[in-house]
Protein backbone atom coordinates (compact mmCIF):
# COMPACT_ATOMS: atom_id res chain seq x y z
CA UNK A 1 0.00 0.00 0.00
CA UNK A 2 0.87 3.67 -0.93
CA UNK A 3 1.53 6.15 1.64
CA UNK A 4 -0.41 8.33 0.36
CA UNK A 5 -3.37 5.49 0.57
CA UNK A 6 -2.67 4.92 3.89
CA UNK A 7 -3.13 8.27 5.06
CA UNK A 8 -6.19 8.56 3.20
CA UNK A 9 -7.32 5.52 4.93
CA UNK A 10 -6.60 6.98 8.12
CA UNK A 11 -7.73 9.98 7.52
CA UNK A 12 -11.14 7.77 6.58
CA UNK A 13 -11.82 6.26 10.19
CA UNK A 14 -11.14 9.92 11.60
CA UNK A 15 -13.83 11.47 9.19
CA UNK A 16 -11.56 13.41 7.26
CA UNK A 17 -12.05 11.65 3.51
CA UNK A 18 -15.30 10.34 3.59
CA UNK A 19 -15.43 9.75 -0.28
CA UNK A 20 -13.16 6.24 0.91
CA UNK A 21 -15.21 3.95 3.06
CA UNK A 22 -14.39 3.01 6.37
CA UNK A 23 -11.67 0.58 6.25
CA UNK A 24 -11.17 -0.13 2.68
CA UNK A 25 -8.30 0.57 0.54
CA UNK A 26 -9.55 2.93 -2.58
CA UNK A 27 -10.71 0.81 -5.37
CA UNK A 28 -8.00 1.15 -7.56
CA UNK A 29 -5.20 -0.82 -5.67
CA UNK A 30 -7.68 -3.96 -6.24
CA UNK A 31 -8.20 -5.14 -2.93
CA UNK A 32 -10.43 -3.94 0.47
CA UNK A 33 -9.59 -4.70 3.91
CA UNK A 34 -10.85 -3.11 6.83
CA UNK A 35 -8.51 -0.79 8.62
CA UNK A 36 -8.95 -2.04 12.43
CA UNK A 37 -9.85 -4.80 14.45
CA UNK A 38 -10.23 -5.65 17.96
CA UNK A 39 -12.74 -3.75 20.35
CA UNK A 40 -12.99 -0.16 21.16
CA UNK A 41 -15.32 0.47 23.98
CA UNK A 42 -17.00 4.04 24.04
CA UNK A 43 -15.48 5.04 26.86
CA UNK A 44 -12.46 4.63 25.63
CA UNK A 45 -12.24 6.31 22.28
CA UNK A 46 -10.09 8.55 23.67
CA UNK A 47 -7.23 6.43 23.46
CA UNK A 48 -8.22 5.55 20.07
CA UNK A 49 -8.67 8.50 18.45
CA UNK A 50 -4.97 9.75 19.54
CA UNK A 51 -3.19 6.40 18.27
CA UNK A 52 -5.19 7.13 14.86
CA UNK A 53 -4.11 10.47 14.78
CA UNK A 54 -0.42 9.62 15.76
CA UNK A 55 -0.46 6.49 13.09
CA UNK A 56 -1.57 9.61 10.57
CA UNK A 57 1.08 11.62 10.97
CA UNK A 58 3.73 9.35 11.00
CA UNK A 59 2.01 6.82 8.30
CA UNK A 60 2.39 3.61 10.07
CA UNK A 61 1.23 0.99 8.47
CA UNK A 62 0.88 -1.62 11.35
CA UNK A 63 0.18 -0.64 15.08
CA UNK A 64 -1.34 -2.03 17.80
CA UNK A 65 -2.62 -0.67 21.51
CA UNK A 66 -4.15 -2.09 24.43
CA UNK A 67 -5.45 -0.66 27.57
CA UNK A 68 -5.77 -2.03 31.00
CA UNK A 69 -7.07 -1.19 34.41
CA UNK A 70 -6.95 -3.27 37.78
CA UNK A 71 -5.97 -5.91 35.91
CA UNK A 72 -8.12 -6.23 33.21
CA UNK A 73 -7.97 -5.96 29.51
CA UNK A 74 -10.63 -3.45 28.43
CA UNK A 75 -9.10 -1.87 25.03
CA UNK A 76 -7.78 -3.84 22.50
CA UNK A 77 -7.12 -3.04 19.20
CA UNK A 78 -5.21 -4.00 15.96
CA UNK A 79 -4.51 -1.14 12.97
CA UNK A 80 -3.56 -1.32 9.75
CA UNK A 81 -2.38 -4.52 7.37
CA UNK A 82 0.58 -6.12 5.10
CA UNK A 83 1.60 -8.60 3.38
CA UNK A 84 4.29 -10.89 2.15
CA UNK A 85 5.71 -12.42 -0.85
CA UNK A 86 3.16 -14.46 -2.76
CA UNK A 87 0.57 -14.09 0.17
CA UNK A 88 -3.02 -12.43 0.74
CA UNK A 89 -2.98 -9.17 2.80
CA UNK A 90 -3.17 -9.38 6.49
CA UNK A 91 -4.90 -7.14 9.00
CA UNK A 92 -3.17 -6.25 11.79
CA UNK A 93 -4.77 -8.05 14.90
CA UNK A 94 -4.74 -7.25 18.42
CA UNK A 95 -2.52 -10.76 18.69
CA UNK A 96 -0.45 -10.21 16.02
CA UNK A 97 3.42 -10.46 16.54
CA UNK A 98 5.48 -7.52 16.72
CA UNK A 99 9.39 -6.98 17.14
CA UNK A 100 9.17 -5.46 21.16
CA UNK A 101 12.83 -4.61 21.46
CA UNK A 102 13.87 -3.06 24.38
CA UNK A 103 10.65 -4.60 26.27
CA UNK A 104 12.05 -7.86 26.22
CA UNK A 105 14.44 -6.27 29.30
CA UNK A 106 11.90 -6.56 31.86
CA UNK A 107 11.40 -10.10 30.70
CA UNK A 108 15.66 -10.53 31.24
CA UNK A 109 15.51 -9.26 34.46
CA UNK A 110 12.31 -11.05 36.09
CA UNK A 111 14.18 -14.42 34.66
CA UNK A 112 17.31 -13.61 36.71
CA UNK A 113 14.63 -12.16 39.47
CA UNK A 114 13.16 -15.58 39.44
CA UNK A 115 16.20 -17.70 39.77
CA UNK A 116 17.07 -15.66 42.88
CA UNK A 117 13.55 -16.60 44.64
CA UNK A 118 14.08 -19.54 43.85
CA UNK A 119 17.17 -19.99 45.25
CA UNK A 120 19.47 -20.72 42.21
CA UNK A 121 21.63 -17.34 42.35
CA UNK A 122 22.41 -13.99 44.28
CA UNK A 123 21.56 -10.72 42.83
CA UNK A 124 24.64 -9.59 44.61
CA UNK A 125 26.70 -12.49 42.48
CA UNK A 126 29.46 -11.61 39.91
CA UNK A 127 28.60 -11.90 36.68
CA UNK A 128 32.31 -12.42 35.48
CA UNK A 129 32.76 -15.29 38.09
CA UNK A 130 29.19 -16.96 37.04
CA UNK A 131 30.07 -16.54 33.22
CA UNK A 132 33.71 -17.78 33.67
CA UNK A 133 35.00 -14.15 31.98
CA UNK A 134 38.43 -13.03 32.51
CA UNK A 135 39.33 -10.13 33.88
CA UNK A 136 42.88 -9.81 32.68
CA UNK A 137 42.07 -6.82 30.24
CA UNK A 138 40.34 -4.95 33.66
CA UNK A 139 39.96 -5.97 36.97
CA UNK A 140 37.15 -3.86 37.56
CA UNK A 141 34.89 -6.78 35.67
CA UNK A 142 35.15 -8.64 39.13
CA UNK A 143 32.60 -6.55 40.68
CA UNK A 144 29.87 -6.24 38.44
CA UNK A 145 26.97 -8.23 40.02
CA UNK A 146 23.78 -9.13 38.74
CA UNK A 147 22.37 -5.98 40.47
CA UNK A 148 24.49 -3.27 38.70
CA UNK A 149 24.07 -5.70 35.41
CA UNK A 150 20.35 -5.20 35.42
CA UNK A 151 20.29 -1.36 36.95
CA UNK A 152 22.86 -0.35 33.65
CA UNK A 153 25.80 0.40 36.50
CA UNK A 154 28.15 -1.99 34.80
CA UNK A 155 30.86 0.07 33.47
CA UNK A 156 29.99 0.04 29.55
CA UNK A 157 29.27 3.28 27.79
CA UNK A 158 26.91 3.28 25.00
CA UNK A 159 27.79 5.89 21.80
CA UNK A 160 27.56 4.02 18.13
CA UNK A 161 30.60 2.70 18.15
CA UNK A 162 30.62 0.70 21.42
CA UNK A 163 27.04 -0.88 21.79
CA UNK A 164 28.56 -4.00 21.22
CA UNK A 165 25.46 -5.49 19.70
CA UNK A 166 25.09 -3.42 16.85
CA UNK A 167 29.05 -3.51 15.70
CA UNK A 168 28.79 -6.99 13.94
CA UNK A 169 31.52 -6.22 10.99
CA UNK A 170 33.83 -4.33 13.60
CA UNK A 171 33.82 -7.43 15.87
CA UNK A 172 33.80 -10.08 13.06
CA UNK A 173 37.01 -8.10 11.53
CA UNK A 174 39.08 -7.88 15.00
CA UNK A 175 38.22 -10.88 16.25
CA UNK A 176 39.21 -11.90 12.15
CA UNK A 177 35.71 -14.83 12.17
CA UNK A 178 32.94 -14.92 9.51
CA UNK A 179 29.99 -13.09 9.66
CA UNK A 180 27.39 -14.59 11.54
CA UNK A 181 29.00 -13.64 15.06
CA UNK A 182 27.25 -15.28 17.66
CA UNK A 183 27.35 -14.26 21.30
CA UNK A 184 30.76 -16.02 22.43
CA UNK A 185 32.07 -13.50 19.67
CA UNK A 186 30.69 -10.49 21.15
CA UNK A 187 31.69 -11.34 24.42
CA UNK A 188 35.48 -12.85 24.02
CA UNK A 189 35.67 -8.82 22.11
CA UNK A 190 34.36 -6.79 24.78
CA UNK A 191 35.59 -9.00 27.23
CA UNK A 192 39.05 -7.78 25.83
CA UNK A 193 38.60 -4.33 26.51
CA UNK A 194 38.61 -2.08 29.25
CA UNK A 195 35.16 -0.74 31.34
CA UNK A 196 34.54 2.85 30.80
CA UNK A 197 33.93 3.40 34.22
CA UNK A 198 33.91 1.69 37.72
CA UNK A 199 30.86 -0.42 38.07
CA UNK A 200 28.26 1.12 40.57
CA UNK A 201 29.25 4.88 39.61
CA UNK A 202 27.13 5.60 36.78
CA UNK A 203 24.09 4.68 35.04
CA UNK A 204 24.68 4.28 31.22
CA UNK A 205 21.99 2.31 29.49
CA UNK A 206 23.60 -1.32 28.26
CA UNK A 207 22.40 -3.51 26.01
CA UNK A 208 25.74 -5.75 25.90
CA UNK A 209 24.78 -6.00 30.18
CA UNK A 210 21.26 -7.20 29.05
CA UNK A 211 22.63 -9.95 26.72
CA UNK A 212 24.97 -10.90 29.59
CA UNK A 213 22.27 -11.83 31.87
CA UNK A 214 20.85 -14.16 29.15
CA UNK A 215 24.12 -16.09 29.45
CA UNK A 216 23.75 -15.74 32.99
CA UNK A 217 20.25 -17.14 33.06
CA UNK A 218 20.85 -20.30 30.35
CA UNK A 219 24.00 -21.43 32.58
CA UNK A 220 22.12 -20.76 35.78
CA UNK A 221 18.97 -23.04 34.91
CA UNK A 222 20.36 -25.55 32.33
CA UNK A 223 17.74 -23.97 29.47
CA UNK A 224 17.97 -21.70 26.75
CA UNK A 225 16.98 -18.60 27.57
CA UNK A 226 13.82 -18.65 25.53
CA UNK A 227 12.73 -21.69 27.60
CA UNK A 228 13.41 -20.60 31.01
CA UNK A 229 11.80 -17.26 30.32
CA UNK A 230 8.42 -19.39 28.14
CA UNK A 231 7.96 -21.56 31.02
CA UNK A 232 9.11 -19.90 34.11
CA UNK A 233 7.50 -16.43 33.83
CA UNK A 234 5.25 -16.35 30.23
CA UNK A 235 3.73 -20.28 30.87
CA UNK A 236 2.65 -19.34 34.73
CA UNK A 237 0.78 -16.20 33.82
CA UNK A 238 -1.19 -18.05 30.95
CA UNK A 239 1.05 -16.01 28.19
CA UNK A 240 1.88 -18.39 25.50
CA UNK A 241 2.78 -16.41 21.93
CA UNK A 242 5.18 -14.27 22.90
CA UNK A 243 8.85 -16.11 21.28
CA UNK A 244 12.05 -14.52 20.07
CA UNK A 245 12.39 -12.96 16.44
CA UNK A 246 14.69 -14.19 13.35
CA UNK A 247 16.11 -11.57 11.47
CA UNK A 248 15.44 -12.60 7.58
CA UNK A 249 11.47 -11.98 6.47
CA UNK A 250 11.42 -15.31 5.31
CA UNK A 251 12.41 -16.79 8.70
CA UNK A 252 9.12 -14.61 10.19
CA UNK A 253 6.35 -16.31 11.86
CA UNK A 254 3.21 -16.77 10.49
CA UNK A 255 1.49 -13.76 12.68
CA UNK A 256 4.25 -11.25 12.39
CA UNK A 257 3.83 -8.09 10.82
CA UNK A 258 6.18 -6.89 8.46
CA UNK A 259 8.55 -3.82 9.40
CA UNK A 260 9.69 -0.82 7.64
CA UNK A 261 12.26 1.16 7.44
CA UNK A 262 13.64 4.08 4.81
CA UNK A 263 17.46 2.46 6.22
CA UNK A 264 19.39 -0.17 4.65
CA UNK A 265 22.55 -1.46 5.60
CA UNK A 266 25.43 -4.13 4.81
CA UNK A 267 23.51 -7.50 5.85
CA UNK A 268 25.23 -9.01 9.24
CA UNK A 269 23.67 -12.64 8.69
CA UNK A 270 25.74 -13.99 6.06
CA UNK A 271 29.08 -13.00 4.27
CA UNK A 272 27.32 -11.77 1.33
CA UNK A 273 28.06 -8.23 1.51
CA UNK A 274 24.58 -7.40 -0.19
CA UNK A 275 22.56 -3.98 1.14
CA UNK A 276 19.45 -5.05 2.70
CA UNK A 277 16.73 -3.81 4.02
CA UNK A 278 17.68 -2.56 8.00
CA UNK A 279 15.02 -4.36 9.48
CA UNK A 280 15.90 -8.01 7.50
CA UNK A 281 19.31 -8.58 8.18
CA UNK A 282 20.79 -5.37 8.51
CA UNK A 283 21.39 -6.26 12.20
CA UNK A 284 21.29 -9.83 14.12
CA UNK A 285 17.95 -11.18 16.08
CA UNK A 286 19.02 -13.61 17.31
CA UNK A 287 22.43 -12.04 19.10
CA UNK A 288 19.28 -9.38 20.63
CA UNK A 289 17.40 -11.97 22.34
CA UNK A 290 17.84 -11.07 25.97
CA UNK A 291 18.01 -7.34 25.32
CA UNK A 292 15.47 -6.95 22.86
CA UNK A 293 14.69 -9.99 20.49
CA UNK A 294 11.14 -10.77 21.38
CA UNK A 295 8.00 -11.14 19.39
CA UNK A 296 4.58 -10.44 21.34
CA UNK A 297 1.70 -8.21 21.07
CA UNK A 298 0.41 -5.28 23.24
CA UNK A 299 -2.67 -7.64 25.02
CA UNK A 300 0.45 -9.77 25.70
CA UNK A 301 2.43 -6.90 27.40
CA UNK A 302 -0.15 -5.50 29.18
CA UNK A 303 -0.78 -8.85 30.65
CA UNK A 304 3.23 -9.17 31.81
CA UNK A 305 2.33 -6.05 33.55
CA UNK A 306 0.04 -7.37 35.64
CA UNK A 307 2.67 -9.78 37.10
CA UNK A 308 4.02 -6.76 38.88
CA UNK A 309 1.05 -5.78 40.56
CA UNK A 310 0.84 -7.75 43.38
CA UNK A 311 2.71 -11.71 43.88
CA UNK A 312 1.43 -14.54 42.24
CA UNK A 313 2.86 -17.54 40.52
CA UNK A 314 5.40 -15.64 39.06
CA UNK A 315 7.18 -13.12 41.43
CA UNK A 316 6.47 -13.15 45.07
CA UNK A 317 6.07 -9.57 46.88
CA UNK A 318 9.80 -9.43 47.64
CA UNK A 319 10.86 -9.82 43.84
CA UNK A 320 8.53 -7.86 43.26
CA UNK A 321 9.81 -5.06 45.45
CA UNK A 322 13.75 -5.84 44.15
CA UNK A 323 12.46 -4.94 40.57
CA UNK A 324 11.31 -1.40 41.51
CA UNK A 325 14.17 -0.57 44.20
CA UNK A 326 16.13 2.19 43.84
CA UNK A 327 19.87 1.83 42.48
CA UNK A 328 22.87 2.61 44.58
CA UNK A 329 22.71 5.37 41.93
CA UNK A 330 21.55 6.96 39.38
CA UNK A 331 18.17 8.49 40.33
CA UNK A 332 17.56 11.47 38.49
CA UNK A 333 16.66 14.97 39.73
CA UNK A 334 12.73 14.39 39.26
CA UNK A 335 12.94 11.42 41.34
CA UNK A 336 12.90 8.41 38.28
CA UNK A 337 15.68 5.59 38.20
CA UNK A 338 16.37 2.36 36.28
CA UNK A 339 14.90 -0.38 38.26
CA UNK A 340 15.66 -4.17 36.73
CA UNK A 341 14.24 -3.63 33.43
CA UNK A 342 11.90 -0.83 34.57
CA UNK A 343 11.88 2.71 34.18
CA UNK A 344 11.05 3.81 37.55
CA UNK A 345 8.91 7.11 39.14
CA UNK A 346 7.04 8.17 42.29
CA UNK A 347 3.28 9.35 41.00
CA UNK A 348 1.46 11.70 42.87
CA UNK A 349 -1.07 8.83 44.14
CA UNK A 350 1.63 7.73 46.34
CA UNK A 351 2.61 4.71 44.32
CA UNK A 352 5.01 3.96 40.99
CA UNK A 353 4.95 4.63 37.56
CA UNK A 354 6.59 2.17 35.92
CA UNK A 355 7.19 2.00 32.23
CA UNK A 356 9.55 1.19 29.42
CA UNK A 357 10.06 1.86 25.71
CA UNK A 358 11.53 -0.39 22.71
CA UNK A 359 13.40 1.14 19.28
CA UNK A 360 15.36 -0.76 16.73
CA UNK A 361 15.16 -0.17 13.02
CA UNK A 362 11.66 -0.90 11.71
CA UNK A 363 10.18 -1.23 15.55
CA UNK A 364 8.88 1.12 17.99
CA UNK A 365 7.09 -0.08 21.31
CA UNK A 366 6.20 1.51 24.07
CA UNK A 367 4.86 -0.19 27.91
CA UNK A 368 3.53 1.85 30.94
CA UNK A 369 1.81 0.79 34.01
CA UNK A 370 0.42 4.74 36.06
CA UNK A 371 -1.35 5.54 39.00
CA UNK A 372 -4.79 4.45 39.48
CA UNK A 373 -4.10 0.74 37.99
CA UNK A 374 -4.03 1.72 34.48
CA UNK A 375 -1.72 0.52 32.11
CA UNK A 376 -1.60 0.44 28.01
CA UNK A 377 1.32 -0.56 25.23
CA UNK A 378 1.40 0.18 22.00
CA UNK A 379 3.88 -1.15 19.16
CA UNK A 380 4.74 0.19 15.44
CA UNK A 381 6.30 -1.52 13.01
CA UNK A 382 8.29 1.59 12.18
CA UNK A 383 10.32 3.81 14.47
CA UNK A 384 11.04 7.58 14.35
CA UNK A 385 13.81 8.36 11.17
CA UNK A 386 15.08 11.26 9.52
CA UNK A 387 11.80 13.43 8.33
CA UNK A 388 9.84 12.13 10.49
CA UNK A 389 7.83 13.26 14.00
CA UNK A 390 9.13 11.71 17.01
CA UNK A 391 8.01 8.90 18.58
CA UNK A 392 8.83 9.47 22.08
CA UNK A 393 5.72 11.15 22.06
CA UNK A 394 3.40 8.58 22.28
CA UNK A 395 4.11 8.88 26.33
CA UNK A 396 2.65 11.66 26.89
CA UNK A 397 -0.67 11.55 24.37
CA UNK A 398 -1.11 8.13 25.66
CA UNK A 399 -1.15 9.38 29.60
CA UNK A 400 -3.25 12.46 28.19
CA UNK A 401 -6.04 10.07 26.94
CA UNK A 402 -6.78 8.44 30.70
CA UNK A 403 -8.19 11.89 31.29
CA UNK A 404 -10.46 11.67 28.20
CA UNK A 405 -12.04 8.41 30.37
CA UNK A 406 -15.55 9.57 32.22
CA UNK A 407 -16.45 6.26 33.54
CA UNK A 408 -14.50 2.97 32.65
CA UNK A 409 -15.71 -0.06 31.38
CA UNK A 410 -15.70 -3.06 33.47
CA UNK A 411 -15.69 -6.28 30.39
CA UNK A 412 -12.61 -7.51 30.62
CA UNK A 413 -11.24 -8.51 27.40
CA UNK A 414 -8.50 -11.29 28.38
CA UNK A 415 -11.01 -14.19 27.87
CA UNK A 416 -11.30 -13.30 24.10
CA UNK A 417 -7.22 -13.11 23.17
CA UNK A 418 -6.30 -15.63 25.85
Known amino acids: MTALSRRRLLQASAGAVPAIALGARPASAGVAAPLTTGVVPSALAGFDKAMTTFITERDISCAQLAVAKNGKILLAR ?107 DIIKYVTAKKLDFDPGTKYVYSNYGYMLAGRVIEKVSGLSYESYVRQKLLAPAGITRPRLGRSLRSEAVSTEVTYESKLTNKSVVDQSGAVVPFPYGGFNMPNQDANGGWLASAVDMVKWGFVFDAAGPVLNSTSISRTFAKPETGVTAGGSWYGLGWNVRNNNAGGLNTWHTGSMPGTFSFLARVQNGVSYCAIFNRREETGTPDFDSIDPILGAAIGTVKTWPTTDLAPRYF
Not at 109 to 115: G, K, N, Q, S, T
Open 78 to 184: GYGYYSKPGAPIVRVQPTSLFRIASLSKSLTAAAIVRLAQDGKVSLGAKVASLLGLSTTADPRLANVTLWRLLQHLGGWDRDVSKDALWIDPTISASLDVPLPIDHA
